[in-house]
């Protein structure tokens, strides 16, 4: 048991480094368990993340978007090492920039091809990859109702 | 694709026959505020055996039964269903296609269906574990939620990972 | 003190049903005291929001734009009754779609009038109500730089 | 407008000098994740005398103080200035135009300024509120709290309340 956790967790730490490089365009990350010489209890899992051209700092000090794009990094090293078969994503992408978008957009659509992914979102860069895309809409009896939509059908504000 | 369709009846704000059928790849879901995405996507979760109230934003079992709105009457029941294509065998299970469903009732007790027949809530649970089902935290992420891990302390996150991995 | 509460409390109380009703196109909204018969502790503040068509159910069920404008509103009855001289936004505005966001952005342009607001966002509809702009970009030495910039200068992809 | 100016240095990303002017009416703020936009909001809190940790995304006072990138060296202290505009005297203070100052150093030590001179945290809050600007939670609202009053029991939303208003 031992064992096997730990042959996983080498390969999710290893994912973990190339998703964040790749989600951050550049930098470094990585998975460590606490051996308890830190003052940290042993055993547990640190997350270290160093975006391109910073200094490593404490993880508090990332901003919102640098927190969401590395817990996508985490998700994704998990997914890509373990696959479940299907798995739903609930506006992850809601504090990226649109570059970072971008670039989860891509990883997401690698990652597609051996997961299936529904993908709740109001940002225009992630429909544009997906393959399906439906409106969910609200009754004016308060009911909700679903529609299969196509890209041209989603409209262009801000958000979508 | 492994997932096929969601069908929904009477959970939360999906009150009349709802049905999403899913493509393989990348299905979006777009729509304004208070619309019901996150509605479906706890339809997913609850399916799934979810017994955490804090998961699926309720207080109660049967808070996930619409309970009407200025136009329509409250209902007595909550159903999901959930068709998964097994052509690899990946569940295991002696069926090709795969559906699981579960009720809720006002009395508070949740029904189980696999194939259309009662099962108990070990059923499901152990029918999922085979098909990796089992986490449901990295099987539905919730809204808000994709950062939870940085939160932690690293003892929990731990036991996520064992979970998990 | 006591008086002075309640009176402010009436007040803010007015305000929220007012700007849950803008904001939300509909619906109602209410602040209440708890008076201790509900099973709740006694003078604790209760939240009741309706948005339009919908019945009447716990907070906890609200979705995340519904409670970002729930927020928002109770945010700015504050502010209308008590107004400070300014106030910083941080990205108040990350959860709401186009229709709610267009809302938000005119009820921060009447307040306005009366208080100076520094507002942090992704979002379009939030910058062209704005009477300034400011770009905060990273240097390549991952320190922080400040423009002047005119809403001709804003990125047009899918968030700002 | 009574919010004037930012002046920052040395404050987290603000490694350079660096001024925000500010407009009367709706300034808004844009750019990349992690430039620094929420880093210049937490000066405000800062400068207006903020001490919890949590509310700066910090650990200890000196965490606020430029640690160095891989191009540059860390810096030894933190700046920033607020200029306000006391043009109809919100302030009680005898001065058209106030600066409010705040310098942390890495002993952990923290000097204030008001137009410039030594003082004491105690000077600046007594100002600060005699200005209404006193309840943090009002004039800067962080990232990712707008609905926080909404988590909160009812009892802890009526200390906010009491607070604000
Ligand atoms: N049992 C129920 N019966 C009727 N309505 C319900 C029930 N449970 C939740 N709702 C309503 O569902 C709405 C929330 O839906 P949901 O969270 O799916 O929105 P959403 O589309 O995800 O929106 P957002 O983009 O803001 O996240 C709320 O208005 C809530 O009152
Ligand atoms: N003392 C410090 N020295 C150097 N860098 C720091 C310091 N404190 C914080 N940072 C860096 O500041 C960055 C976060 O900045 P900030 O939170 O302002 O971003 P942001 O512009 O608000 O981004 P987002 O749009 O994602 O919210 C992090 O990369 C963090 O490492
Ligand atoms: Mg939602
Ligand atoms: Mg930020």
Chains 1, 3 share one sequence.
């Not at chain 1, 956790?5 to 480094?17: E, L, P, Q, Y």
């Not at chain 1, 391109?52 to 700092?57: D, E, N």
């Not at chain 2, 085979?130 to 996150?157: C, F, I, K, M, W």
Request: glycine content about 10%; charged content about 25%.
């Amino acid at each position: 048991i031992g064992e096997r956790f730990h042959t996983a967790f080498a390969a999710i730490g290893r994912r973990f480094n190339e998703y964040c490089r790749l989600l951050f365009a550049g930098g470094s990350a990585s998975l460590r368990v606490s051996d308890g010489t830190d003052g940290e209890a042993p055993g547990g899992i640190e997350i270290v993340v160093q975006p391109p051209g910073k200094r490593l700092q404490r993880l508090s000090m990332l901003s919102g978007g640098e927190r969401a794009l590395t817990g996508v990094a985490l998700l994704f090293s998990m997914l890509s090492v373990n696959p479940v078969p299907f798995c739903i994503l609930d506006e992850v992408d809601a504090a990226l920039d649109e570059a970072n978008i971008g670039r989860f957009a891509e990883a997401l659509r690698t990652l597609s091809a051996q997961i299936d992914f529904v993908v709740i979102t109001h940002n225009r860069a992630t429909i544009e990859v997906a393959d399906t895309i439906y409106g969910v809409t609200m009754t004016d009896a308060a009911v909700s109702r679903v529609l299969s939509l196509r890209l041209a059908d989603v409209p262009v504000g801000a958000t979508a | 694709g492994r997932l096929r369709e969601l069908r929904l009846h009477g959970f939360k704000t999906f009150a009349d026959p709802t049905r999403f059928v899913f493509e393989p790849g990348i299905n979006a879901v777009i729509g304004p505020n208070g619309s019901g995405k996150s509605n479906m996507a706890d339809a997913v979760r609850w399916v799934l055996g979810e017994q955490s109230n804090r998961s699926l934003r309720t207080r109660r079992g049967d808070d996930v039964i619409f309970t009407g709105s200025q136009q329509r009457r409250p209902q007595g029941m909550a159903e999901a269903i959930l068709t998964l294509d097994n052509f690899d065998g990946w569940l295991p299970i002696d069926f090709g296609e795969v559906s699981i469903g579960r009720r809720a009732y006002r009395s508070g007790e949740s029904e189980y269906l696999i194939n259309g027949a009662p099962a108990r809530l070990r059923d499901v649970v152990e029918l999922l574990a085979g098909g990796r089902l089992g986490a449901n935290e990295l099987v539905v992420v919730g809204q808000g939620t994709v950062d939870a891990a940085l939160s932690l302390r690293p003892e929990e996150r731990r036991q996520l990972f064992e979970e998990a991995a």
